[in-house]
DNA sequence: GCAGCTTCCTAAAACGTTTTAAGAGGTTTC
DNA sequence: GAAACCTCTTAAAACGTTTTAGGAAGCTGC
């Protein structure tokens, strides 16, 4: 900046206005009454007289305001932002396996925060979560699938951060979530697997300690027994993306060649159980019958297209923002049951009519 | 609330301790310092003797102190968060066609700003962005590739916020932007068509004012012209997706059934597209090349996988955090030259070897 | 003529932080 | 021995809003 200049121009003459934005104090004072009366005036509030109210209303016009947003929320005390926060890598590979899911809920989170005035602050897969999530000015967050020692669960507990959690974190006690009823889901699918003629279904999913699994597992077991059909589980890594799905579905046609159905929740792995059929000789749906969970671009784009569910990912992400907004306003954490999942038969379990 | 109780116990006994969050008071009193010291050795600020300052960060751990963000705020007048806005509707269709590309930026852009202290705010397309955009605490925008009057950008500027966008606005001046060379890319598209034999290459473009559209329109008429090639441009409407893709491809070939080649930049165009060609019992690509531009989950799910281009998007994401930083901390708008992109090339395009 | 109710409005006190301006000691410099 | 300059600390003033606790005026009813 020139040197001379500047204090004189500062001190003496304020001729060019200095930009400040009007407060509403210059709007009271515009409009001849009471900053509390513009407060009031414009947020509904109190008995104000409709006179003065529009008198008002045109003042704030006129001048241009907008009430300052750090000050009002200081001041009521209201939340301002929350975080969206994938427990899984955002690229898992190239492949964006997780990338719909996490994209879904992102997506409709973000437009029901929006509607409630809270921001949503998307947050991704960090080396180090401590040291950026404690500069991070939220007030809140949500959890996608967290998994049973998920460090930034424990950081945000710690300190003091509301957390729910968009499927139950496994081991976690007292922590706000939506029950995403991934056992019923699993039945809803082998039970339609069956319903399709499958008599022999084998289960494959995720590695890594998930909730989702754990459910599934058990409703799978529970099915097995119920059936009386000897149950076949096998996990892989889900950072390997389609090519670990295919080589353990491979393995599994092996290990089984009377498997006639592969009940597959991560919709990667399940893309490549298609492959893996094939390369055994096998058709699909009609010698290996084909089930996954998340119904997204890649369940749709498969070819064959894989039965799939609907999980009602809106109202799911609403559940949440619900429970979010609770334990913003204080309330003791608290468990929601997300809607039951509708079946999307497609023809990877049933042939083309 | 109950009538003569509620006095006496708040006056009397403040027995069971209203748990109130620690404050920098609280954490002066125990420090035996002024807040204005706390405040000064919490952020390193000024010169605070080594001693007092570890006794005021002990005292600060001890009663578990965590600053309030919305009185920072109110004071320094930052919000430490910008936003991320997509001009595009959210879910094109059922079919994310754009979905991707915007992940992709988002995660990127995320993962910057989260490492120089910013949070990313995502916000989805709105039907009225006038309020939902005012009740925002952000210091600043990135728009996705805005339309030509793009109503947030309008909002924006007029508020005073800070905008950034990917991909120049079409007409707007003085508009700090990266600058994402469509032209170029287009020219990169043709070229390859034409190596792969095409001599007869259509543009199916999106219908909307985008300066990606503008742009690559230009490029393809001077190929065009270049070549003494026969220019043959159409337009569909992005929110019709896959399907309108696919009608006006198949519009274009029966107008010219001479067409070998397609040059289709919106993703979800070029899969209708294929299925057009098909329908007209030509094959891709032996009778007609297909070469789209974003590089997808769709354009590698499609059968045949398409020709595409890496854009690079983490470095335009980078471009375009830098750009925001710039101009919050008070440079005037820049524009930035997104690297070129590198072909992606596909079987859309040459056949398999 | 005053108690009690309404309706409209306001002064002043928050909200919890950072910054400003200044003060208290101490050391150095002329 | 006063002026100048450190280093450390603090009281008080912001930041811009909403809320609290009344107050003033105009009624009604006795």
Redesign the pocket.
Known sequence: MPAGAAPDAAQAAPATAPP?????????RAA????????????D?????????ESVREAARRLG????L???R????QADSIALLSAMPFAVAAGPSRLGFLMEIAAVTATLAIERGLALVLVPPLDQPGPALQRLGIDGALVLEPLADDPNVAHLRARGVPVVTIGRQPGAENLAHVDLRSGETATLLLDHLRAAGARRTGLLIGGQPRNSYVETEAAYREFAACHGMPALVRRADEREGEAAGEAMAAAMLAEDPALDALCVPVDAFAVGAVRAVRASGRRVPEDVRLATRYDGLRARNCDPPLTAVDLHLDRIAELAVELMLEQLAGAPPRVSLAPLPDLVPRRSSVPAA
């Open positions: 400040r934005k009007p407060t509403v104090i210059d709007v009271a001849g009454v009471s900053p509390a009366t513009v407060s009031n005036a414009l947020n509030r109190r008995y104000v007289d409709a006179g003065t109210r305001y907008t009430p300052n750090r000050a009002q200081l001041r009521t005390g």
